[in-house]
């Protein structure tokens, strides 16, 4: 599909190419690199694993008119190098598969871009925050990831940022304003409307197929191949799946390995959701307007 519009972005590079040992002598020297969005400013801690894979590059992405990323849809913006890779999560938070996710992403030392649906996230924002917490950076993928192409535009806006509010209500910290479509369909429309909005729009270079995988060796394989002819990419994969979460480890290690590096991509401006949607999430959800006392301290016995 092509962009109806024209739009230059830019990247700039935080984080000159490092190996791994290089990027953590920086980051040891340099206690909280950046308040991110996605995640509170943490001092930097060293990277325990020695053969983690690390970030080689953090680029910081403009979304001024909501530029397009991912061969499989926009070709504009072709900005990794041989051998990069960026790793993406959708459909989040999700209790076990989530924190596994998590868990394996901290051992290599990687950051990556979660795209969680906004129920998900209003269920579960404790699991968000533990994503905000790993400085990992937070996109949005709609309020209940109902694909677009069959809804009225006033529905499908309603979609995005009921979706982008929930997200960023749950997460309590800036996050992005990083889009990614259900089943990657972006009506022409939406297009122009995510322009309007400032939302950058991420499809995929290489989708992991993890949704149909029926287990975690194909998973691996899937990325494997696909990595094989493409020598780069946004990988496409899902937080929300359990055999991703059993792969995660052997996929990071296999990177590792075959000499692929991680980019991680920031936002240079955080997302301003819309007022008028962050009410309706507050109603419909169970986001804590209620108080939080435990029952012991609000019901006593007396006689
Ligand atoms: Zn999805």
């Known amino acids: 599909m092509r962009v109806p519009f024209a739009l230059s972005v830019a990247i700039s590079v935080s984080l000159a190419a490092l190996s791994p040992s290089q990027a953590q002598q920086n980051a040891q020297a340099t206690p909280a690199p950046q308040a991110s969005v996605g995640g509170p400013a943490k001092p930097a801690a060293a990277c325990a694993n020695p053969n983690a894979l690390g970030i080689a590059r953090t680029v910081e992405i403009d979304t001024t008119g909501g530029p397009g990323f991912g061969f499989e849809h926009f070709k504009q913006h072709d900005f990794l190098r041989r051998n990069e890779v960026v790793l993406t999560f959708d459909d989040g938070p999700w209790p076990g598969t989530t924190p596994a ?139 929300f799946q359990k055999h991703t979460a059993e792969a995660l480890p052997e996929l990071l290690d296999w990177l590792k390995a075959n000499g692929y590096k991680v980019v991680h991509m920031k936002p240079k401006e955080s997302l301003k959701t819309i007022a008028e949607y962050d009410e309706m999430v507050r109603k419909e959800s169970k986001l804590p307007t209620l108080s939080g006392r435990p029952t012991s301290s609000v019901v006593r016995t007396v006689e």
């Open 101 to 239: 996710v998590l868990k394996a992403l901290d051992n290599h030392c990687v950051k990556a871009t979660f795209f969680p649906i906004g129920k998900h996230a209003t269920w579960y924002p404790e699991i968000l925050k533990q994503v905000a917490e790993g400085g990992h950076t937070i996109g949005n993928h709609t309020w209940s990831h109902k694909s677009l192409v069959t809804k009225k535009f006033d529905e499908a806006k309603m979609e995005i940022e009921k979706g982008a509010s929930a997200v960023a209500m749950s997460a309590g910290v800036p996050v992005a304003p990083f889009f990614r479509a259900p089943v990657l369909k972006h009506p022409p429309e939406i297009v122009t409307y995510l322009g309007e909005r400032n939302m950058g729009i991420f499809s995929t270079d290489l989708d992991a197929f993890d949704f149909t995988a029926r287990s975690k060796d194909r998973v691996i394989e899937n990325v494997q191949k696909r990595l094989a002819r493409h020598g780069k990419g946004i990988i496409l994969m899902h937080d």
